[in-house]
């Protein structure tokens, strides 16, 4: 079951720099989604998520962009600093009236950022 | 900042034996879900739970688990007879009702199956 799909296992970026984490998802019932970031022997941390009605949401130095045409999704950090090391999920929910609102992961990308 | 707890952290556990992972949500939360990550796979959805019943389970979610919330703050995961496949870390999650999406995980439990 691959309706979640990081690419990317892993990305490298330096300190002060942009950091491109990308997601894609093949669910058309998808209308909300979510970025988390994991620390090892962490739970995931809620992050930005932005619903299907948009195609941007901002908090910060954390970006989403949407292209529902291309099902695609990528959260844009600017700048990266090194605390933001760590493995980002991308995770996708149907609507709410619909299946209870469970998410759907994608393999997740670590990142990290070198100072 | 509320935030989900869970215990045990870190479980050990022979094939065979019945297992209970506990976790408590964050208060004002009506909605409750366990995932699993097995290591060096993705987070997968297990159970959905609200009003004091499941919504929704996944395939993985057979009749070897449970859940209960078997007071006002607790909400419990058991596993009758785990197997070495069963080994992974244990995330429970809330959301708030309403259209709010957003689930808050706790810290997990690890458990190993020997």
């Known amino acids: 079951d691959q309706q979640v799909k990081q690419n990317s296992p892993s990305l490298s970026v330096q300190e002060g720099r942009i950091s491109i984490l990308n997601c894609d998802y093949t669910?058309?019932?998808?209308?909300?989604f979510l970025w988390y970031k994991k620390y090892p022997a962490e739970g995931p941390t809620f992050l930005i998520s932005?619903?299907?009605?948009?195609d941007k949401n901002e908090d910060g130095r954390f970006t989403v962009f949407l292209n529902k045409s291309a099902k695609h999704l990528s959260l844009h950090i600017v700048p990266s600093q090194p605390g933001d090391s760590a493995v980002y999920f991308c995770a996708a929910s149907a609507p709410l009236y619909n299946q209870g609102g469970k998410l759907i992961f994608g393999q997740g990308t670590e990142l990290s950022v070198k100072p | 900042e509320p935030e989900v707890t869970q215990t045990p952290s870190h479980q050990v556990t022979q094939m065979g034996q019945e297992v209970i992972l506990r976790c408590v949500p964050i208060?004002?939360?009506?909605?409750f879900y366990w995932y699993r990550q097995i290591l060096g796979q993705k987070v997968e959805f297990l159970v959905s739970f609200y009003n004091n019943e499941i919504s929704e389970k996944s395939e993985i979610f057979d009749d070897q688990f449970s859940v209960e919330r078997p007071d006002g703050s607790n909400f419990t995961l058991k596993i009758r007879s785990t197997k070495l496949e069963d080994s992974a870390m244990y995330f429970c999650?809330?959301?708030?009702?309403?259209?709010?999406?957003?689930?808050?995980f706790g810290p997990g439990t690890r458990l190993t199956v020997t």
């Open positions: 999650a809330s959301r708030r009702t309403g259209l709010a999406y957003e689930q808050y």
């Open positions: 932005i619903s299907s009605i948009k």
């Open positions: 208060s004002n939360h009506l909605y």
């Open positions: 669910n058309s019932m998808f209308d909300y």
